[in-house]
């Protein structure tokens, strides 16, 4: 099947969505489907305000149109509300042309935290660009019952894997800070409630991995805590694995894919009982969960680290992407891509 997947998240962007989107693609390429990814590249991008390393792109819809009149897709999938979101739901509409769309950031909530925007506002916006979707997909079941909650329609969970052959327990060798250490790994970004880690009082070391727009006030304020900026590949999964608790202070993720690459390196979680957390971890078996995140880091200390890797074990990409394949719209009248999927993808 010809499948376009619309992005405005992509490299060099580095998070969850960049992750799964071209995980998903390698995934359906392999299985013989012919993948057009829309994204950003070829356009001339300005900077997210307050947000510089996000770029959006600038008046794509023309060459957008084009392309996709060239490719002739099956099925289209839009994965982010941004220009290149709006350009493809702007195509489809006009081309009578079925389409899925994904849930991947709370944007209202986001949008909250960095101006004064009424979350009804921002949740009438997404509503109405999701609401002409076939589908519009999210992480997990909880996402599901709150997007349900603000009026969306036609919502399905489209779940997230783990590469466990990357992440895996390496052994602590690669950290010799004073334990226990603890590490958060992610955008460092007002949005994710980092400052929530950095101010506990805990035993041992704080880690900080990855970078964002707030790091040079934070590492300022912070000094006790060791901030590495971002780590990939092999280097990142030794990093998580020699640490002892993952926190995640987040309130606001859909899902966080980090906390399963923890979980794959043997590391529990330590987190908020709110949407993302409260669907991956387990509490008091993968991680713990507590509205006191300091309490909640200091009981993960006494999590067999078996646990938090036997759970990653059942969450596999191509699960994710057989999920995602199935709940496509295809505009041919060929077999619903849900009877494809089994010849596909297993």
Known sequence: MRIAIATDAWTPQTNGVVTTLNTTRRILEQSGHDVRMITPEPFRTVPLPTYPDIRLALFPYRRIAADLDAFAPEAIHIATEGPVGMAVRRYCRRRKLKFTTSYHTQFPEYLRLRAPIPLRLSYAFFKWFHGPAERTLVPTPSMQERLLGHGFTHVEVWGRGVDVNRFRPYGKEALSARRPIFVY?????????????????????????????????????????????????????????????????????????????????????????VTGPKDVVIDGVTGCLDEDLGRAARRALDINPQNPRDYSLSHSWHQATDQFYANLAPNTDTEPAAEKVASGLK
């Open 185 to 273: 790994v992610g955008r460092v970004a007002v949005e994710k409630n980092i400052e929530a880690f950095l101010s506990l009082d805990l035993p041992g070391t704080q880690y900080v991995v990855g970078d964002g727009p707030d790091r040079a006030m934070l590492e300022e304020k912070h000094p006790e805590v060791i901030f590495t900026g971002f780590r990939y590949g092999e280097e990142l999964a030794r990093t998580i694995a020699a640490c002892d608790v993952f926190v995640f202070p987040s309130l606001t993720d859909t899902f966080g894919l980090v906390m399963l690459e923890a979980m794959a390196c043997g590391v529990p979680v330590a987190a908020y009982p």
